[in-house]
T-cell receptor, first 118, second 109 residues
Framework: EAGVAQSPRYKIIEKRQSVAFWCNPI?????LYWYQQILGQGPKLLIQ????????DSQLPKDRFSAERLKGVDSTLKIQPAKLEDSAVYLC????????????????FGQGTRLTVV | DAKTTQPPSMDCAEGRAANLPCNHS???????VYWYRQIHSQGPQYIIH?????ETNEMASLIITEDRKSSTLILPHATLRDTAVYYC??????????WGLGTSLAVNP
């Protein structure tokens, strides 16, 4: 079974520039997550999709971050304009189902995109 | 959402059991305990989860105390490839995984 694919693996940009990350979840997985992981910290959920609808984006800085999941499969996360504090690893994860209860699902993660804003 | 407390780091000798503790004293009755690990430069990997009973799979065992206020992840025969950061997470009321800082486990030869 192919895993969660993310690209690019690394990206270096200057502050105020724009950047986009791409994620292809495991085939058939309805739920897709984007996480931000700052060095030395645990992942922080930015946005969660169920198929192509947003379930939770309460921690997404909407003035500069946007995400979409067209057709309920691939997803892109965009930052515009980037700030120095956006330097982090951006992780995409997917899980097969959503509402089977809190004990029912596990998330499968991609390798992440390491963003450095200079 | 219930929070978890883990020691920042632990060491273990290769071939011995690694016992990683987690405190979740504010856990509520319908919240599950999840464990993930993250090997350097990789995405997190699911290990195991449980509600009340002890659980075991091919990777690890999860022991949850009777009052559910703490748990222990057991890697029965640690190898060098088990060196990673281990996260204990309580799945919140809104089913969001709230990640802490985890325990950095070093398995030594």
């Amino acid at each position: 079974e192919a895993g969660v694919a993310q690209s690019p693996r690394y990206k270096i940009i200057e502050k105020r520039q724009s950047v986009a990350f791409w994620c292809n979840p495991i085939s058939g997985h309805a739920t897709l997550y984007w996480y931000q992981q700052i060095l030395g910290q645990g992942p922080k959920l930015l946005i969660q999709f169920q198929n192509n609808g947003v379930v939770d984006d309460s921690q997404l800085p909407k003035d500069r971050f946007s995400a979409e999941r067209l057709k309920g499969v691939d997803s892109t996360l965009k930052i515009q304009p980037a700030k120095l504090e956006d330097s982090a690893v951006y992780l995409c994860a997917s899980s097969p189902a959503f509402d089977r209860g809190p004990g029912a699902t596990e998330a499968f993660f991609g390798q992440g995109t390491r963003l450095t804003v200079v | 959402d219930a929070k978890t407390t883990q020691p920042p780091s632990m060491d273990c000798a290769e071939g011995r059991a690694a016992n990683l503790p987690c405190n979740h004293s504010t856990i509520s009755g319908n919240e599950y305990v999840y464990w993930y690990r993250q090997i350097h430069s990789q995405g997190p990997q699911y290990i195991i989860h449980g509600l009340k009973n002890n659980e075991t799979n091919e990777m690890a065992s999860l022991i949850i105390t009777e009052d559910r206020k703490s748990s222990t992840l057991i890697l029965p025969h640690a190898t060098l490839r088990d060196t990673a950061v281990y996260y204990c997470i309580v799945r919140g009321y809104n089913r969001k995984l709230i990640w802490g800082l985890g325990t950095s486990l070093a398995v030594n030869p």
